[in-house]
């Protein structure tokens, strides 16, 4: 039996709400799923933050700010992020040109921590030391 042409609108109108509330299902899981993502992100930052500084742990939210304004958001702190991220990107680029091992990476972490004045030896001895008298 053929359905009247209302009945047919009304059966559009009928899926166009169900569509639409499947939209915002999915959007409701999509900002669920991108919440749970940046408070990972903080979490983890966060600990490492506390790991590396555990004073900070006692501090008031307001010290707290004036220790983040005082070293991190300030021009210093803005010149070092950009450099960081620069040399993230030439670092991703010079991945894809060429693999690197561990132990690469690990030397060069070394050398980028190592004060400036301080250089790190990271070449591994491999030849057994030499026996006098023999």
């Not at 499947?22 to 490492?48: G, N, P, S, T, V």
């Not at 939210?61 to 991190?72: A, D, P, S, Y």
């Not at 021009?75 to 040399?87: M, P, V, W, Y």
Request: net charge positive.
């Amino acid at each position: 039996m053929a359905k009247t042409r209302l009945e047919k609108i009304a059966s559009y109108e009928e899926r166009i709400a169900q569509l639409e509330n499947q939209k915002k299902l999915e959007q409701q899981r999509l900002k669920k799923e991108e919440r749970k993502i940046r408070d990972r992100r903080l979490y983890k930052r966060a600990a490492l933050f506390e790991s590396l500084l555990p004073e900070t742990i006692s501090l008031t939210e307001e010290q707290f700010n004036t220790l983040l304004l005082r070293t991190v958001a300030n021009n210093f702190g803005r010149d070092r992020l950009a450099q960081i991220i620069t040399e993230g990107e030439t670092a991703l680029l010079n991945l894809r040109e060429k693999p690197t091992t561990a132990k690469t990476t690990a030397a060069t972490v070394l050398q980028e921590l190592a004060p400036s004045n301080t250089t790190v030896d990271n070449t591994a001895n491999t030849q057994p030391a030499a026996r006098s008298g023999a």
